[in-house]
């Protein structure tokens, strides 16, 4: 009798085919809510609603079905997954290992859309500000292997860059032309870079000799005489709140430059631009206070 009684307040465990279709608890917006449909057009109402959880989706689901206790057959449907996640700003690059169709939107924004037969690795760059962003993938398989993996980094060559540190703009040519192959934080002290004979980022396609630099920054200072060393070889040209306070573009060897400046108390933009021909590549900036205004 007592033994009867304690089956029956023991908890079941429900096999796993046997598990609901649908949530009973409403799935959290940082996890992946996954909408399974029995067709490949993501139309209808969904045979299944899960909680796919936090991590980036990677599914291998081969020959079989998502879930047959569900109506979901092995072959010809769909999924659609939606969640928020959190991004650095910066410019990040997603990869996509896919068989059959996927569609990515970003923030309703269509990125990515390859909706058709096809076993392939994918992959695109977006730049995104820093907080939370809304991310829906969409998969279609049509029959044989089903699977999906989805992963994302920030891009190496491109960093979102705080405006009291040193934003440093990278071109691979000596003048500064088009858009930078690499943009990437610099820190917040003293520039003081010594390449040599080789590159700043081989990997981002800078050359080790004709390329250029434009860092800027905002620069908190107290009133003051300030100094500015301005060290390069070879071009360099230095600007304080939109106003050029150097110009020695030229070709030369390791050179250096004395600003002297008088700037009132407060947040002052800082622009250093540089270019190296062929040899040595240097450049350096540092300053102090010398004297009161």
Not at 31 to 60: C, H, Q, V
Not at 243 to 264: E, G, H, I, M
């Amino acid at each position: 009798m007592i033994l009867a009684f304690a089956l029956c307040l023991a908890p079941s465990v429900i096999p796993a085919s046997q598990k609901p279709c649908f949530p009973v608890q409403p799935i959290p917006v940082t996890s992946w809510r996954g909408e399974y449909f029995s067709n490949r057009e993501l139309s209808g109402t969904p045979a299944m609603i899960r909680d796919d959880g936090a991590g980036k989706p990677d599914f291998e689901w081969g020959l079989e079905s998502p879930s047959e206790s569900c109506g979901i057959p092995k072959d010809n449907f769909s999924v659609r997954w939606t969640r928020r996640a959190a991004f650095s700003e910066g410019t990040w690059i997603f990869n996509v290992t896919v068989d059959d169709g996927v569609r990515i939107y970003i923030d309703r924004q269509l990125k990515l859309e390859k909706w058709l037969d096809q076993r392939t690795t994918l992959s695109f760059t977006t730049a995104l500000t820093g907080g939370n962003h809304d991310i829906v993938i969409e998969y279609f398989d049509h029959w044989g292997s089903a699977s999906i993996k989805v992963d994302w980094r920030e891009h190496p060559c491109f960093t979102g860059v705080s405006p009291y540190r040193w934003k440093g703009e990278y071109f691979s040519n000596a003048t500064l032309h088009g858009s930078p192959v690499m943009i990437r934080d610099d820190g917040e002290t003293l520039l003081n870079f010594v390449w040599g004979t080789g590159s700043p980022s081989q990997e981002c396609g800078i050359p080790a000799d004709d390329f250029s630099v434009r860092w800027s920054r905002r620069l908190l200072l107290n009133d003051g005489l300030y100094r500015f060393s301005i060290t390069a070889d070879d071009g360099v040209r230095f600007f304080v709140d939109g106003r050029k306070a150097l110009d020695q573009w030229r070709n030369q060897q390791k050179s250096t430059f004395n600003v002297d400046l008088s700037l009132y108390a407060g947040a002052h933009t800082i622009v250093l631009e540089y270019y190296e021909h062929t040899g040595e590549a240097i450049t350096a900036i540092d300053w102090q206070m010398i004297g009161v205004r």
